[in-house]
């Protein structure tokens, strides 16, 4: 594939991921305001608890074959077809597994109710694990457009349905219909859509050739799902149900904030980087180009949600939720630097060292549990500070792998990314110092928004023309983009 068509394709998936991100993230934010308003912190850090364990689940169900499949020069029906029998039954056993601890599980956070509840929400990683194939064959074909508009339905679904919960009197097990709507909706609709169907005849021959990536990324997941969800289970065990809620909704807005941005870069950058091992130069070229377009996107939108975070919270779920914006504020700190690992993350597994992605991820999650433990007795927001700065500061490991394993000198990465950087803590220091003294809250917030946009639009055009040139010019071709496979 060539680098215009190459260069088209990259532009659709992102578009469309973008699109169907940006449109998921707004649903979230409506029916995430309603729910607020209708339920209580406890509620959200019953469930919020639990996400561990469902996580976890999800990705031993999987093992990491679905990015092993994307990553495969050649694909079968046969790697499908094992894929899906395997995950299959891995997923029932694990269930079991957990059906069976559930009474474990809800005496450790100290909370009777959990057991049914946990055995309800178990139900969700066994309905994605059948969706495994049909999940792999639209990521490594780039059908981004189809995979966003079926998230969409589905969150629309499961949402309405959650509200509706919510609102007859049904606690956190609103929250709980809520994912399980969601998935099994997603799930039933990736199989409409997909033209693979399984084949009775069950070989998981294949898997031997794909095992020694899967494994690796089986890894990744795992020390992954711990380091987003530590918080929860600790906060869960050594304190209350009501901070958990807190730091569970605090902790759900911020990734609202990245996961649009994670969720384009991971649509798109390992199956274009993938197209690209055998070309070095190429590789970096483009690489740097989705870490320019990381950075023009994820620094604003993460420091510009931290400013505005307090008018947001109660603006729209209200002052009981205040204790959040402490979350919010120094979550999005470390928010604005995910994509960015991300991309290090896909520029790892394409050129072939998915084994130094496994053990970056392994160490940081080392490093960040054993910190979380020893700081657990200071409060959240001294843990929320240590966690925020080993993220920031391992960015460096990831670098000097990249520049180790591919090549790629840490001053292109610089001038890639620090521009952005700089002209964001920038605009919003001068935002924040216009505003200061604006004391109504939905005057404070409209001013901030309204300025910082545009004090950033002029700072891109005037600073970096060429990138404020390229992102008119990807929206101008948008429509021309969608009509190329």
């Known amino acids: 594939m060539g680098d215009s068509q190459l260069k088209r394709r990259t532009a659709k998936g992102l578009l469309w991921g973008g699109i169907g991100n940006g449109t998921m993230q707004v649903l979230n934010l409506v029916f995430g305001i309603f729910l607020a308003r209708m339920l209580t912190p406890a509620d959200y850090g019953v469930v919020g608890a639990l996400t561990i364990f469902s996580a976890i689940a999800g990705i031993l169900s999987e093992s990491g074959f679905i990015l092993a499949i994307v990553n495969r020069q050649k694909v079968t029906d046969e790697d499908y077809n094992a894929v899906f029998w395997f995950s299959l039954f891995m997923s029932l056993a694990i269930y079991t597994t957990l059906w069976i601890s559930a009474p474990l599980i809800a005496r450790f956070y100290n909370q009777p109710e959990m057991t049914k ?27 981004v457009k189809i995979r966003s508009s079926i998230q969409i339905i589905a969150l629309l679904l499961s949402g309405l349905i959650g509200i509706y919960c919510a609102y007859i009197g049904l606690g956190y097990w609103a929250i709980a219909v809520q994912t399980v709507t969601y998935t099994s909706t997603n799930s039933f609709l990736l ?22 990536f899967s494994i690796k990324q089986l890894v990744v997941s795992f020390f992954t799902q711990i380091n987003n969800n530590i918080f929860a289970m600790l906060l869960g065990r050594f304190y209350n149900m009501r901070t958990t809620g807190f730091y569970t909704q605090g902790y759900k807005w911020t990734a609202m904030g990245y996961s649009t941005l994670n969720g384009m870069l991971n649509g798109v950058g390992q199956p274009v980087l993938r197209q690209t091992v055998n070309d070095p130069e190429r590789m970096q070229r483009i690489f740097l180009k989705l870490m320019r377009f990381t950075c023009l996107v994820s620094f604003p939108a993460m420091f510009g949600l931290a400013i505005v975070a307090r008018e947001f919270i109660i603006l729209t779920v209200s002052d009981i939720w205040l204790p959040s914006v402490d979350v919010i504020q120094i979550l999005c700190i470390s928010g604005a630097f995910i ?20 053990w970056n991820t392994i160490s940081l999650g080392i490093v960040q549990l054993v910190c979380l ?67 109504n809250i939905i005057i404070s917030l409209i001013a901030k928004i309204s300025l910082a946009v545009l004090l950033y639009a002029i700072a891109i055009k005037l600073f970096i023309p060429q990138d404020f040139k390229e992102v008119l010019d990807y929206f101008k071709k948008k429509k021309r983009a969608e009509n190329i496979d």
């Open 117 to 143: 509840l946990s055995r309800f929400i178990f139900i969700g990683f066994v309905v994605s694990a059948l969706a495994a194939s049909p999940t792999a064959y639209f990521f490594r074909n780039l059908q």
């Open 191 to 212: 199989w409409i859509r997909c033209p693979w169907r399984p084949k009775l005849l069950i070989n998981f021959a294949p898997l031997r050739d794909m095992l020694p």
């Open 339 to 358: 994509p960015l690992a991300t991309l290090y993350g896909n520029l790892f597994n394409s050129s072939g060292h998915p084994g130094t992605y496994m």
């Open 373 to 439: 433990c020893c700081t657990a007795s200071l409060g959240l927001k001294i843990m929320l500070i240590f966690y925020v700065t080993i993220n920031i500061a391992w960015l460096g490991i990831w670098q000097y792998c990249a520049y180790r394993l591919t090549g790629i000198k840490t001053f292109r990465v610089l001038g890639a990314t620090t521009p952005y950087l700089f002209i964001t803590l920038a605009v919003m220091a001068i935002t924040m110092a216009v505003t200061a003294s604006i004391y």
